[in-house]
């Protein structure tokens, strides 16, 4: 049976944008691995495979996997004569700083941008429901009123950006002259906003914008597979 | 002949500062390697084992290595059989986002505050005109004007610093339950402040206090050997 991915979805079905689905999404063909996904609104989350509350959800055979790094530690584990998603256990250790790194300086920018209004606007008419009381439950006021200055605050976005763009000037991805899990949890976050919103966030000379253009040609450019948002 | 680590001190040689001396020393004590350290100060770095022009340096034998990551990268080549400092290649190259991560986000909050004068004064007459001319003609400005406001600079500076954070709250150490290279390499900025200046930046509750506690007890306590400044 092939393994299954569960993924957030909006009202097509064909544009998953999920960071973390997205992650899960190179994983399995870093591993060589075919999947079938299965698109899952917000408010069907809840109900995936018994009920895990988040998605991504992977199910292989018998196994069931939620969480997109767990669901990468149990295919490095599950499949280990495939190329490695964290090049040893030193990497697989610091692959969780990426994350953190990740998690706390480009989520919270996007989740705060235009991209929180598109997302909203492409989902369907009960997910917008959901998703709008959820979100704004959390931000203390309106969709709209979280993304006001988003152009204003993408400079100093940009600079938070040093760290990523630095290491990207010398060497071709995160895990180095190969990309690795690392690589695609990063990827997950830009290709989250290619796939909601038109914006340009970066350069076109910037090395993150090279590196990203690299991560979309991986895997038969598997990224690609959904073209940007118009 | 024992391994010899060239590093920098200021007017008392018992008193080695450097950020990436550090990570050296508990690298070379994470291999269980013995060696000798040689207090080189400022205006003599240039001539250090013919003209590295940086520190650390490390001869091991007939081989000489500069730079501390380099210098990682050769031990863990050159004693392969004692504990790994990267855990894998994987973790080789993802340590160099942390470094690069420390050095945009650490190294430019201590050496734009108080512990840059700090560092002035604690060295020799010498040393300390080559250190203002050099530092004034980067900043532009005297170093007494540089470090303004550094208090109230500490708290975005505190925020800048919830990747690690995040991470510290889940494990012991960005190596997971033991330390590696990656972990020496953000202690060795949080020395060189302890070791330069009695300013506590981090909460006593903040764990990332904890973890640098942690690493002060490693190897024997070798952070320990030079007491915090008073």
């Known amino acids: 049976?092939?393994?299954?991915?569960?993924?957030?979805?909006?009202?097509?079905p064909q544009r998953p944008f999920s960071p973390h689905c997205w992650k899960v999404r190179l994983a399995?063909?870093?591993?060589g691995l075919d999947f079938r996904t299965v698109p899952v609104p917000f408010t069907g989350v809840a109900s995936i495979e018994g009920g895990s509350g988040i998605v991504p959800v992977l199910r292989d055979g018998e196994t069931v996997v939620s969480d997109s790094f767990a669901i990468a530690e149990y295919l490095e584990t599950a499949y280990p004569d495939a190329p490695s998603l964290f090049g040893g256990e030193g990497?697989?250790?610091?692959?969780?700083?990426?994350?953190?790194?990740?998690q706390r300086t480009i989520h919270p920018f996007v989740s705060t941008s235009r991209a929180l209004v598109s997302i909203h606007d492409s989902l369907a008419a009960p997910d917008r429901v959901y998703f709008r009381q959820s979100r704004e439950k959390v931000f203390g006021k309106p969709l709209e009123a979280v993304i006001v200055g988003d152009e204003?605050?993408?400079?100093?976005?940009g600079k938070k950006l040093n760290p990523l763009r630095s290491l990207l000037e010398r060497q071709a991805f995160?895990?180095?002259?190969?990309?690795?899990f690392a690589d695609y949890i990063?990827?997950?976050?830009?290709?989250?906003?290619?796939?909601?919103?038109?914006?340009?966030?970066l350069a076109s000379d910037d090395p993150i914008a090279?590196?990203?253009?690299?991560?979309?040609?991986?895997?038969g450019g598997e990224g690609r597979q959904v073209p940007a948002a118009a």
């Open 174 to 180: 995160l895990g180095g002259d190969v990309p690795l």
């Open 1 to 12: 049976m092939a393994i299954l991915l569960h993924e957030l979805v909006g009202s097509d």
């Open 186 to 201: 990063v990827f997950g976050a830009f290709q989250w906003l290619r796939v909601v919103t038109p914006w340009q966030v």
């Open 91 to 102: 990497g697989r250790h610091l692959s969780r700083f990426v994350e953190s790194w990740s």
């Open 210 to 219: 090279d590196w990203f253009e690299r991560c979309l040609d991986l895997h």
């Open 28 to 31: 399995l063909r870093h591993k």
């Open 152 to 157: 204003e605050r993408l400079a100093e976005f």
